[in-house]
């Protein structure tokens, strides 16, 4: 079965500056497909981006951008110029592109210090 | 668009009352999902669906029941409540890369 690690529970950024959420996952499947959800007090789960393995290009989303390393099984989320919108927790997720959903990391809550 | 909707946004059980959360996507997804998400963890995976009629168990199936009678409609039904399912319930739709839409999700409490 996958599974998906982050090791961070908690970080905490001062607006304006960048940060890092790490994630790892384990698998054997060689083609599947990565995400970043952001959850914010309202619940909500969010897309922030989303990385297919057969790609060797890091996804990126505005402010948003991922470090893919396949080898290594390491799919880390860079935030730029952090925002007070920002602050939530965030969701490293895979999926092997079938029918039976994602599998979840635990979250990192990412505080914002204004 | 609407996306996926979920039905209700909260709720509170007594222990063993029964109980259906609604669940509709007009995206025309075949994949839906039952997810729940107790505090401090990611979302685990309860029954999932690739279609009409076919409907298989996820992760943590024990205590729900689920249907799925058309491609718009998942419903969740918890029968006998217990206090270990009180949680955060999530609705999603999926196409096949797996990139899920979510509904806004349910806060049920069993008391």
């Known amino acids: 079965a996958q599974t998906v690690t982050q090791s961070q529970p908690e970080m905490s950024v001062q607006e304006a500056e960048t940060v890092t959420l790490s994630c790892t996952y384990d698998t054997s499947e060689s083609d599947y497909y990565l995400f970043w959800y952001k959850q914010p007090p309202s619940r909500q789960m969010i897309l922030v981006i989303r990385?297919?393995?057969?790609?060797?290009q890091n996804a990126t989303e505005n402010r948003f951008s991922v470090n893919f390393q396949k080898a290594a099984k390491s799919f880390s989320l860079k935030i730029s110029d952090s925002q007070l919108g920002d602050a939530a927790m965030y969701f490293c997720?895979?999926?092997?592109?079938?029918?039976?959903?994602?599998?979840f990391g635990k979250g990192t809550h990412l505080i914002i210090q204004p | 668009n609407a996306g996926v909707t979920q039905t209700p946004k909260f709720r509170i059980l007594k222990i063993g009352q029964s109980m259906t959360l609604q669940c509709a996507q007009d995206?025309?997804?075949?994949?839906m999902y039952w997810y729940r998400q107790d505090p401090g963890m990611g979302l685990k995976l309860i029954y999932y669906?690739?279609?009409?009629?076919?409907?298989d168990k996820g992760e943590v199936p024990n205590g729900y029941n689920v249907s799925r009678s058309t491609t718009e409609d998942f419903p969740l039904r918890l029968e006998l409540a217990a206090p270990s399912q009180t949680s955060v319930y999530f609705c999603a739709s999926s196409i096949r890369t797996g990139e899920a839409f979510f509904g806004q999700g349910t806060r049920l409490t069993v008391v």
């Open positions: 669906s690739v279609g009409a009629g076919i409907t």
């Open positions: 995206m025309n997804h075949n994949y």
């Open positions: 990385q297919e393995a057969y790609k060797q």
């Open positions: 997720a895979y999926s092997g592109g079938g029918a039976d959903g994602l599998t």
